[in-house]
C-alpha cells in the first residue's frame, strides 16, 4: 500500500461536499440522489463495498471542516483549532505560530441599526471580492499599531483574514450573527485569559476599520447607486490558529494529492501536508469546470508517465512542482452540491449530481487507460462530508452513501472498456436551469432504475444513494473509520 507496500496501487477518492439529503414529497418522497440519473455512481456501488457514514458521528450536524478532518483520521475534538486558518491558507495567506485568522463573509450592515441585512452581501463576486480585499490588505490599527492585518480572496463573498501580532488568542467569539436581520456582534473572550480579552480589543476594532474602509470605497458608491447590497462589513467568524500535527502521508502511508478551489479545503489539506493541485477553470462554486478537477487528479495519480504535477505554495502565489513520482491517494472536492443545499435548490442539485456522475466517468477513462496500458492498479471511493437537504438549506445530521470499488470491477459493471472509453472527455458547464422546470422525466426512469441495475460484485447494493447505501456490507459507521477501510480495502491482492 502507498509507499509502504505495494507502490503500484492508487485510489481516486471522490467528496461530494453536502451529497446527502432528505425525501421529497416533490419528488416522490425521494431524495435528490435516488431522482438523479447517475449510471457511474451506481456502477461504483455495483461493483464494489457500500455503506453508510457518520462523518463525525451519528446526531451530530458538523461543518466541512470538522468533517474533513474526522474523515482524514484527525479527530477534531482533539485538533480542530477554528476554520479560520483553514479559509486563509487556503486563500494563499502564510501562518505562523501565533496568528489568529477568521473565515470571513462580505455582508451588508445597516449602519443606523447595526443589523446585518444580508450575510452574504453577493455571491457573485469574484471581481468586486479581489479589489475590496487589496484595499484593506495592510490596514492599520489605530490603537493596536504594533498588529499586522493581511486580507485575501478566496471565493464567492468569502475572504481570509489574518492578524499578526504578540499575544493573540483563538479563544474568542466572531461578529457573525450567523443568520441575516441580526445585530452585528462584538468579539467577546471565551475565556479569562488576558490574551483572550486584549484580542478581542483588536478584533473588535479591525471591525470597525474594515467598516470604514468599505463604506466610501468607489465599489460600493457604484453598487448603491445599482441598486445592489454593498459590502460595508466582513463577519469575522471561525478564529483559529494553524494547527500542528502529524502529515497524512506519515499518519496513512499514502502520498496524498487534492483538488480544492474551496479554500477551506485546501486551507485545511494544506495544515496536513496534502499537496493542492493546479485546475485551470475550478473555482469552487456554480462556475466551476469540473473536467478540469477530474484530468488534474487522474495525472497525479498516473505519473511518473505524465508530466510533474504543479501544487499550490501559500503565501507566494504561485505554484511548484509537484511530487515526480506521482501520488497515491488523490483527492477531488466537488462543492457546488452543498451549495445547490444551501439555495434549496432542488432541481439544480438533480441536475448537478448528473454533472458530478459525468465527470466520475471521464475520470475513470482517465484512470481506466493508463491501468490497461499496464500503469498503476487504481480503486475509485466516492462519498460526502455531510448532507445539505434542500429541504433545510443547511448542513444535517443524516449520514451519506459511501461506496469504494475497484477499477476494473466499475468497467465490468459499466458494461465493459467500450463503455467507460465512450465517456467524452470535453469540458461542461454545470447545468441551468429553467424556472417551473420539473423531473417527471426523472421520476419516470426512476421507477425502472432498480430494476435494471444488479449487483455486480461486493455486497447487493447496485445503486448510489441514501437509501440503498444502508443495506451494504460496512453498515452504519463514523468517519474515523473511513481511512481504515479504505487501506484495508486497497491492500487486498488485486
Known sequence: MGRDGNSRKRIAF??????????????????????????????????????????????????SDTAHLSLLGYDPRVYYRGRGAFESMGAGLAMSPGDIA????????????GIVTSRRADRHF????????????????????????????????????????????GNISGTDPLKDNRLLLKA??????????????VVNELSKEISRILVSHPINIKRAEEGKNIANVVLLRGCGIRIEVLSFEHKHGLRPCMV????????????????????????????TLLTSKATAIANALSAPKQPCPRVFVPGEDEYKAGCPDGYDFGFLHIKAIDD??????????????????????????????????????????????????????????????????????Y?????????????????????SVVAGEDLQEHIDVLNSRSE??????????????????ARGCLGRFPGSEMMGIIKKFIDIEL
Open 260 to 287: 480544492a478551489p474551496t479554500k477551506i479545503i485546501a486551507g485545511l489539506g494544506l495544515s496536513l501536508g496534502i499537496d493542492i493541485l493546479e485546475a485551470p477553470g475550478a473555482t469552487g462554486d456554480y462556475r
Open 452 to 469: 435494471v441495475n444488479k449487483a455486480y460484485s461486493g455486497d447487493s447494493v447496485c445503486l448510489f444513494d441514501e437509501i440503498a447505501a
Open 411 to 431: 468497467v465490468g459493471a459499466i458494461g465493459g472498456e467500450d463503455a467507460v472509453l465512450a465517456a467524452s472527455l470535453d469540458s461542461f458547464p454545470l447545468p
Open 102 to 113: 477568521f473565515k470571513s463573509n462580505f455582508a451588508t450592515l445597516d449602519k443606523k441599526t
Open 126 to 169: 469574484e471581481e468586486e471580492g479581489p479589489i475590496l480585499c487589496r484595499a484593506l490588505d495592510g490596514l492599520k490599527l489605530p490603537s493596536f499599531p504594533e498588529y499586522e492585518v493581511r486580507v485575501r480572496y478566496a471565493t464567492e463573498h468569502r475572504c481570509g483574514v489574518v492578524v499578526k501580532g504578540p499575544n493573540l488568542s
Open 340 to 409: 445547490a443545499g444551501h439555495d434549496k435548490a432542488s432541481i439544480f442539485k438533480v441536475k448537478a449530481l448528473e454533472a458530478v456522475d459525468k465527470t466520475i466517468g471521464q475520470l475513470a477513462k482517465l484512470l481506466w487507460q493508463e491501468e490497461a496500458a499496464g500503469g498503476f492498479q487504481y480503486s475509485l471511493c466516492v462519498t460526502g462530508d455531510h448532507s445539505t437537504p434542500v429541504e433545510y438549506g443547511d448542513h444535517s445530521f443524516e449520514p451519506v452513501p459511501f461506496t469504494l470499488c475497484r477499477l476494473k470491477d
Open 14 to 63: 471522490v467528496l461530494i461536499d453536502g451529497v446527502g439529503d432528505v425525501s421529497l414529497p416533490r419528488f416522490g418522497h425521494r431524495t435528490t440522489l435516488q431522482v438523479a440519473k447517475t449510471p457511474n455512481l451506481d456502477a461504483i456501488a455495483s461493483a464494489g463495498v457500500n455503506g453508510l457514514m457518520d462523518p463525525v458521528e451519528a446526531g451530530l450536524a458538523c461543518g
Open 188 to 201: 467577546e473572550a471565551l475565556d479569562d485569559a488576558m490574551e483572550a480579552k486584549h484580542t478581542a480589543a
